[in-house]
């Protein structure tokens, strides 16, 4: 079975960059994969921040990250990285990362149940001022 495994968090100040990393181990990617990064801040709704197709290396963002956050990946290491640039207040969250099908199907992820396998256990991230 795929294990996710985020990792990165801590506390920053507005304006810093950050790096979380998203570990898999075990089972095998279908060429269609594709893997999100997702948040959850206290009180909100679950949000879709990007994702990238695994094979293709094809990315997009939610709204609210554009131009400043970037998905990237490792095949050799089987890891997926979230590049956080200017940094706000409200980039505090819970960051989790989450594996499904096509590319395109990626922002319905939020609606799911976080199951293992398939989501990891997250990394909190905290945006001081």
């Known amino acids: 079975q795929v294990q996710l495994v985020e990792s990165g968090g801590r506390l920053v100040q507005a304006g810093d960059s950050l790096r979380l990393s998203c570990a898999v181990s075990?089972?095998?990617?279908?060429?269609?994969?594709?893997m999100g990064w997702f948040r959850e801040a206290p009180g909100k709704a679950r949000e879709f921040v990007g994702a990238i197709a695994w094979t293709a290396g094809n990315t997009f963002y939610g709204d609210s990250v554009k131009g400043r956050f970037t998905i990237s990946r490792d095949n050799t290491t089987r890891t997926m990285y979230l590049h956080m640039n200017s940094m706000k207040l409200e980039t505090t969250a819970t960051y989790y990362c989450?594996?499904?099908?096509?590319?395109?199907?990626?922002?319905?992820?939020?609606?799911?149940?976080?199951?293992?396998?398939?989501w990891g256990r997250g990394t909190q991230v905290f945006v001081s001022s």
């Open positions: 989450a594996i499904g099908g096509p590319l395109a199907t990626a922002p319905f992820w939020a609606l799911r149940t976080r199951l293992a396998g398939s």
């Open positions: 075990g089972g095998t990617f279908a060429s269609s994969a594709s």
